[in-house]
């Protein structure tokens, strides 16, 4: 029985009639047709690229379910990292009035104010939002402003003939979110920052910088002019290379630093006990006024200069030609307190 199966032949198999429309050759018969339009993206010319390789492969090796899925998880994910990739559109600032401009950000906006700039006030203003309005003085009508985004980062350039940039600047209004932080960069002209929370970065070339009721992480630095905080808390990086720094009523937290390089540092405020904090002067004076009831272990140095201190477990002496002082002041846990000048005065006193 099993050499009578063995011997017969298989049935001849069933031929399918010829197509009477045949496809071209290399194409399936439901292969979607190539957009007419060309690409307008990189990422959409490379997205191209590889639907056609794929339905060019699938023509050729018919696919699985599980292949099929295998290729559309690679286009999903090719997809994925060429839109992270392929750079933003330029953002259209939104004119709102004749002198004020609006932005949309979505996260911490950075503000850049190139060229011939007055004075730039910062304040907070709705969520997700940057208004700029600007205020132009003297021969206005010679005044070109040039407003520019991409992404987060929003830049205003004003530009003002030679001849007039005596009698003639602009002002700056800014609105930002109130909480989302901050960075700002400007290149001549005041700066000031009022009521904002966040990480906070102030930048001048030429200028003095004032920053009022700041809260968290906080970054003020000037290559030219005074720097004044007033109600800030957190911590705090400040350094100007010529000019005065001066804190009023200020809260220093975490590893915050004073630094100037030409001018005096004039601190009133209060120092968290579990930080540390830097006080350092090129050539210049370093005044601290602290409450009675503050804590901190200090180390105190100066190279041409005297120290003078109203608290009690501070021992002042000279070593090696120089003034220092060291000692632990108030109950533990102890701030670190260090503060260095290579010519002028240290002095801590006690105040409220």
Known sequence: MEREIEGQQPPPRHRQAPDPHPTARGNAPDEPTAPTEAPSSPTARHLLLWRSTIARFATRHPLTRRKLAVAAVIVGVLAFLFGIRSPSPPSVPQQTAPDTHQFSVTDRPTLVFDHFIGNVNVSPGPDGQVSIKEKKNGETDSIVIHYAQHGNTITVTADI???????????????????????????????????????????????AIWATNLAGSIGLKTQSGSINLANVSGQVAVATQNGTITTTATHLQGRSSIQAESGTINFHGTLSRTGSYRFQNTNGAVGLTLPPSSAFVLAARTASGSINSDFRGVTIFHENGY??????????????????????????????
């Open 323 to 352: 003034s220092a002082a060291r000692g632990a002041v108030g109950a533990a846990a102890h701030a670190q307190l260090t503060i260095q000048t290579a010519g002028g005065s240290i002095d801590l006193h006690q105040g409220g």
């Open 161 to 207: 003939p030679g001849g007039l940039m005596v009698d003639t600047w602009v002002d700056f209004d800014v609105t930002v979110p109130a909480h989302a932080g901050l960075t700002t960069n400007l290149a001549t002209g005041t700066l000031e920052a009022t009521n904002l929370s966040g990480r906070i970065a102030l930048s001048n070339s030429n200028g």
